[in-house]
C-alpha cells in the first residue's frame, strides 16, 4: 500500500498541474502562453539546467554518464522510429523528431524530482539538458533538412550546459545567491511549463487514426530500451530509476515548436497528433513505469 501513495505523490501534483492549465485553455482559448515559452526557453529552462547540474550533488562523471544513456537512448529510439515510419510510408526526417526526443524537461524532470528527490532531479536534468540540446541540433536538422548553425549559437541553454559543465569540471562552489535565485526560477518554471502543456492539449488538432501507433511506439518502446541500457551497464538504484522514468516521457511540446518553424503544415499536424495522443497515453503508462522504478530501483 506504501508504493501506492508514494506513486500517488509523485504523480499528483504533475498532473494536477497540467488539469490546470487544460482548465484555463478550455475556459479561454486565447490565453496567452508566449510569455511561459519565452520565459522558459530563454531563462527558466537554462536556470533549471545551472540549478539541477551545479547544486544537487552530481559529479562530472555522472553527469558526462548520463549524457551516454541520453544519446543511446535516443539512437534506439531513431533506429525504431526509422524502421516504423518506413512501414508507415512517412516522413523519415521530418516526422522522426517527436518519435526519438521525449519530453523530459516539462513532465519528466518534475516526476524525477516527485520521486527521487534533488538527487533525482539533478540525474533527470543531465539527461533533460541532452534531449534539449538535441532539439535545437538534430531536431532542426531533421526538421528543415539542413544544419543551422545560428539556431545553436542563439540558444540560452546550449550555454547554461556549457557553464554548468565548467563548473562541475573545476569545483567550482555556487554561490549562494545564484543558487537561491535558479532555484526560484527553476521551481516557477516546473509550474509554468507543465500549465502551458495543459494549455497546449486543449489547441492541438489530432487525428487518432495517424498517430496510435507512433505514439504506442513513443511510450511503449522507450522503458523498453531503458531496460536494455540498465542491464547492459548494471544499472541500480536512483540511478536506473531516473532513466527508466525519463525515457518513458511521450513526445515532447518543443518537436511542435520546431516543427512549426520549419516543417509543412501536414507534416506539423502529425507531428502534434503523437503529441497530443502519446501525452494522454502517459496517463496511464506513467504511474506504471514509476510503480516499477520504485518499487525496484529505490
Not at 508566449?34 to 520565459?39: G, H, L, Q, Y
Not at 522510429?81 to 510510408?89: A, E, N, S, T
Not at 541500457?229 to 540511478?239: D, E, R, V
Given at each position: 500500500m506504501e508504493i501506492y501513495i508514494k506513486i500517488f505523490e509523485v504523480i499528483f501534483p504533475v498532473f494536477f498541474v497540467i488539469s490546470i492549465g487544460y482548465y484555463l485553455g478550455k475556459k479561454n482559448p486565447k490565453f496567452d502562453t508566449?510569455?511561459?515559452?519565452?520565459?522558459a526557453g530563454n531563462i527558466g529552462t537554462p536556470a533549471m539546467i545551472f540549478y539541477t547540474v551545479t547544486t544537487t550533488g552530481i559529479t562530472l562523471n555522472i553527469f558526462i554518464s548520463y549524457l551516454i544513456y541520453a544519446i543511446i537512448m535516443i539512437a534506439g529510439f531513431a533506429v525504431i522510429?526509422?524502421?516504423?515510419?518506413?512501414?508507415?510510408?512517412k516522413d523519415l526526417s521530418m516526422e522522426l523528431p517527436p518519435l526519438i526526443l521525449p519530453n523530459t524537461g516539462n513532465m519528466g524532470v518534475p516526476i524525477c524530482l516527485f520521486a527521487y528527490g534533488t538527487q533525482g532531479l539533478g540525474v533527470a536534468s543531465a539527461v533533460a539538458s541532452v534531449i534539449i540540446l538535441f532539439h535545437f541540433t538534430l531536431g532542426v536538422f531533421l526538421a528543415k533538412k539542413k544544419f543551422s548553425l545560428d539556431i545553436l549559437v542563439k540558444s540560452p541553454p546550449v550555454y547554461a550546459i556549457i557553464i554548468s559543465v565548467?563548473?562541475?569540471y573545476f569545483g567550482i562552489k555556487t554561490p549562494i545567491f545564484l543558487e537561491n535565485t535558479t532555484f526560484l526560477l527553476t521551481y516557477?518554471?516546473?509550474?509554468?511549463?507543465?500549465?502551458?502543456?495543459?494549455?497546449?492539449l486543449t489547441r492541438f488538432k489530432f487525428s487518432l487514426k495517424n498517430s496510435v501507433i507512433?505514439?504506442?511506439c513513443r511510450v511503449l518502446l522507450g522503458?523498453?530500451?531503458?531496460?536494455?541500457?540498465?542491464?547492459?551497464?548494471?544499472?541500480?538504484?536512483?540511478?536506473?530509476?531516473?532513466l527508466l522514468i525519463q525515457s518513458a516521457?511521450?513526445?515532447a511540446i518543443l518537436n511542435y515548436l520546431v516543427g512549426s518553424m520549419y516543417s509543412p503544415k501536414r507534416i506539423v499536424d502529425n507531428i502534434a497528433s503523437t503529441i497530443v495522443v502519446s501525452t494522454l497515453m502517459s496517463f496511464i503508462t506513467i504511474p506504471i513505469v514509476v510503480f516499477f522504478a520504485l518499487k525496484y530501483f529505490n
Open positions: 508566449n510569455f511561459i515559452t519565452n520565459f522510429g526509422l524502421i516504423l515510419l518506413y512501414f508507415l510510408k565548467f563548473f562541475l516557477a518554471t516546473i509550474f509554468l511549463v507543465l500549465m502551458a502543456l495543459g494549455v497546449a507512433m505514439s504506442l522503458p523498453i530500451i531503458a531496460f536494455a541500457i540498465i542491464y547492459y551497464f548494471k544499472l541500480s538504484g536512483l540511478a536506473a530509476g531516473v516521457m511521450p513526445s
